[in-house]
């Protein structure tokens, strides 16, 4: 049994919810460090108009007693402001699938008569529950030093470069920009795209990169295909709305040079410990990660409902129409950092409540400092030689 | 309950086991149809020495009577003929991990006292038994008139273009290729590139394209994270040894256009079918197959181990070291395709069972022609609108 | 995939949520059938006082429009009245574990510092959501003809026999009965053991039974271990708090008899039908359920909280010390009929989902007509013998 | 992640498979460990003719390197002696089903035109590779001083009792014992019960118990009802063939009793430690493991294939006829402590292994030593009182 999250709610009903499984006890939980994150997903150039109509905020309804975890499961709620101005009102059925979307798939999939139950559950308003989940799996993490954090590295066709700044860095400059851009430069380029996209009444996707800092070694498995860290965080990543694409480091660009230039030297650091000499493999060797920075890379596909009309078929009718608008954002890049850090946060939790046992933080931490010592003194040259075996 | 394998066995160990559980009753099945696969996975420019050594077969242990599927666990085996030479011989300790494998991160989760289970477990020799489940598999989606094929788009920076070459053309072509390549232009130019760099003691990666055609639309679902069709077959594709990027249709290149050039717009077609007027989404939308075909990019990245011996550090005598070469591929790109091939099967099996329910071919294939018959009828155009609704 | 559910909430929270995953499109659903069973886990001779304090009603935040499943997440949340009075409260610190409770192995496994949030959580207030996940699965069995009732057997040492009664008039009868058995002789025996144990200062516990009627051939298998209906249905049952025993049919008792008179002889019936000559099977051959009704028996403890002290540490004092009363029931057993109801008809539901595949009823329905006359042809007797091979 | 196993194979097909998946590595093994466990389910008065045919013996093609676990799935085989016997003969079709067996249910859950699939499959051949898992795992939780055993209770109407006789004891004793019932006078009229039932062409069942000592408290959960440890050991005892009902602890009997007559008090041992003054809970309390011995019940009902015939129908001729012979036992209970002990270990490992997480050997016993010296010092009495919070 391991960590799990379900999530349940429409775009416009009640509430959202989501009830996360198998956290330990005893890791004390601020409701405003979910606000915190919520807040994160609704900001952003780009960002389309019903954010200003959404200021979410999460209930914690279980799993929480004088503000510590219980090990029982917790229940997070965010009530839909928007969803008293839909109660009783007659809304309109929607007949003319917008390529792209959930709409006409969901309709085939469940024998809609209206395909307003499509967009209500498919909405990429679901992954504010991910985004609450998420901030509680950072959170558990943040225990153990590990940090995970993103950026948004490509909008349209600008494509930011970084050099060598540090992770860390990038993810603080990134906050301070409204397009979650660590570098000021790109970040205006961005921004100008996007305000051109707008007047064009179009959209625009992007490229996003999510880093797990601080991950000890041994996380995931080469023992079941199901257990390799690679294939459980590409699941989390592109089970997000509008995310079509998923490498782990720059695996296509690796996929074009020769292995000698790709692998990552192991040499002699201080201490007998050991260094890489680079960080191509995004930090997982062999479905396991090895110590380095996790480095994910992540596709969003532009939003498809576009001001412009697009071509479709009105089902009611049977005769070609253009879409209708739906109210919907032009960029809702900078605004997925949050959602996709929470799923990286969600995978290596799980993992590391795997790695380490236990029931509450009391007995986790003393086997993660030995987790931690294990690693440093195994790689101790003690003039002995045999560096890793206890 | 659903479809789920899992299999056991190392590179030089006495065999390979799968267990592929949840198949219908009523399957025939030969096992030469597993051999099939079995022998493309052994054929390719660019294969190492052991392909020589290996021919592998197919034992079916369990699951079968009168050759048909029982509805029972089908249990296969492959005998590795190399397991005989290496019984009994005192191999040596593997002390310098090599860069890029599991050899590290294996012994720093599991505290092996040498390398060797770590390349032993997570050798790409298991792909055998994902090749002999995609089999099965791809040979129960045949039931229903669904073909999943595969080919090599790209060999390290050679990116071949087939316009618009239907993709059973495609696999036709890939299939007389010894890269697996359509195009037998760019296949030349590949395989000139691969002896170039096994003269240059190196390896190259690739990318490979698996598409399944067919797939009804319904399949996967927007209701649940890990529901979503995106998700489970980059899971699964990203579980392969080797494989660190996958992309649903282009899904990098779309990142950077403007969302009005992206979706693919709907229209009507002869007898009130819609039509699908392009192919960018992967056909996929909201996580449900929309029944185009459903096209999928991975990365490979090259091979590890190189004949040029690359920086590590000896881990018994703690100081830094070349590392051994282990016999393998220079470019194992070609091979790989009946691997992705049967990973994409295995997934779309699974969904294919939970559309149509039911424990035998006989239960399941009405309910096929009833869910085909339903499509077409849904969308025919009577005259009096409704178009898919009952 | 497929039919899942979580519940979450303590039992003096905000509210208690349970999400239920997997249910069809299509699903007409009054919240007036939840309440009716919520209000049915309220009544009994036997109930202690909370129950007056509890009018149990759910709110369905998710899954739901126009009154009909979406296919999407059901969301469930019965908010706790009683938590007003307790918010802000300074509850006391409890340090003396009751025997037979989860106070002290919560503690130990969770490392509390009080005995309170074992008590939260492990409470059976959490079989609220059981009860309301459980009524919706009936109501979506009852769109099959597939029943689910219970009523009391035993409580105490009082056992009730009711000859051949059949089953849904005992369900109507129990209905009828504040200690929900159907015979009114035993009843009143019940109703006095029941007074005098309260007088005692004591508790009781009892036996149960829950039967399923209409149930198709065909559930479960026996291809896996997990697999087995009896397997699922004893896991669900015994997952009930207080729960400690389970038996298909009379199986202990079968267990004393030789087997020619346990087994249930095939015979035919008019229109070439198979009669069955009993049903000590419970409904149950080969992990797989045979069409007969299904019949699970069910020992509850007695409640381990007594008015009467019993012996424990207060492990604050570390001295030996008496349990202090907890509110609680006298006799729960009455109370718990639609909560093991509701815990079978999950699993029944799960598996007619993977029976018949789909995601809405109307994909559904006809495929259940077809099993059924499937299995009514299949038997006919057409003078050429071949009974039920297609 | 967690541990999982799966078998496959058919009753006379080539070989039986399990994989067993989620084992630390570091775990030493020896195949006779597994044999050994494999005769005691060869072994017993009541055995039919078949176990003179099969001396099982398990081969290990996966999961070992250097007779050590390398946290690979573990592989396990045993060839089906009987199967050459089988091979190529025209084995006769079989169409009438015996009632008790999974012929009738098989053929119309699988839609078999012969039912001889059902019985190769649904035999209770298939737990040869319960008890081989169930070697190993019992062998795991050996290594933390755990130990799981089991004997018979009652065969057919002849009930033993066994007074205060420690478990340890009866274990030993069973041993030694054919019957596998630890009292010699009982064991006398067991054996005799057989005898006569064999005279008499009939079969019979039983009750076993298996017993789990040394296991820690904490294992099992009250958060969420699939993670209760009556429920997961409920479904892996009711998940045997023939295995039709189960008890933690004297369930049944304690159903009966008025609530203060069934807890067990809690007092001061020696050294501050707590001291159980019964176990009438079976070892779990609030669906966790309390520390004291856990005791299932388990019934097993007769052999339904009897020498005397049964009534039933050949499906073939459409007429009534009596059930055909198929070689079989006449009292499997004996045979059937290894099985359920296996059945035990397997989720008792699962748990343990939850607990204390890692990924070998080495990892887990300073936890586990943790663990155990946690438990003692919590409940140290020093004066200050606070038992056992840190």
């Known amino acids: 049994m391991s960590l799990r999250f379900v999530t349940a709610g429409e775009s416009h009903g009640p509430a959202l919810t989501a009830i996360l499984e198998g956290l330990p006890a005893g890791l004390a939980l601020d409701v405003e460090l979910i606000n915190r994150d919520l807040a994160r997903r609704q900001q952003g150039v780009g960002t389309g108009p019903r954010m200003k109509i959404e200021t979410d905020r999460a209930n914690i309804m279980g799993g929480l007693m004088d503000g510590q975890t219980t090990g029982g499961p917790l229940s997070l709620q965010v009530v839909n402001a928007d969803h008293n101005k839909w109660k009783g009102k007659q809304v309109e059925t929607m007949t003319a699938p917008r390529p792209g979307h959930a709409d006409l798939t969901g309709a085939l999939k469940y024998g809609y008569h209206d395909l307003r139950p499509s967009l209500e559950r498919a909405s990429a308003r679901e992954t504010t529950m991910r985004v609450a989940v998420g901030a509680v799996c950072k959170h558990f993490l943040s225990q153990f030093g590990i940090r995970v954090g993103g950026y948004v590295r490509a909008i349209g ?156 078929v009105d089902l009611h009718t049977g005769a070609g129409a253009p879409t209708q608008y739906e109210r919907s954002d032009f960029c809702p890049v900078p605004r997925a950092v949050p959602i996709l850090e929470g799923m990286v946060a969600f995978v290596l939790a799980d993992e590391l409540i795997a790695k380490l046992g236990g029931d509450s933080l009391i007995e986790m931490k003393p086997r993660f400092d030995q987790l931690r010592k294990m690693r440093v003194q195994d790689f101790d040259l003690d003039g002995k030689a045999h560096l890793f075996w206890p």
Chains 1, 2, 3, 4 share one sequence.
């Open 157 to 312: 066709e600008i494509t930011a470069e970084f050099g060598n700044l540090p992770y860390e860095k990038r993810f603080a400059l990134a906050e301070g920009s409204d397009v979650r851009c660590p570098d000021e430069n790109y970040a205006n380029q961005m921004r100008a795209r996007i305000q051109e996209i707008i007047q064009g009444k179009d959209t625009l996707g992007g490229i996003l990169e999510v880093v797990a800092i601080g991950v000890p070694a041994g996380l995931g498995s080469f023992s079941q295909w199901d257990r390799r860290l690679e294939s459980r965080l590409a699941a989390a990543l592109m089970s997000v709305q509008a995310m079509k694409g998923v490498e782990v480091g720059p695996a296509f660009e690796n996929a074009g040079m020769p292995g000698t230039h790709v692998q990552d030297g192991i040499s002699l650091g201080s201490k007998g410990s050991l260094v890489r000499m680079g960080n191509r493999a995004g930090g997982i060797e062999g479905g396991i990660s090895n110590g380095e920075p996790i480095v994910l890379r992540v596709a969003m596909k532009p939003i498809a409902t576009t001001l412009t009309p697009q071509k479709t």
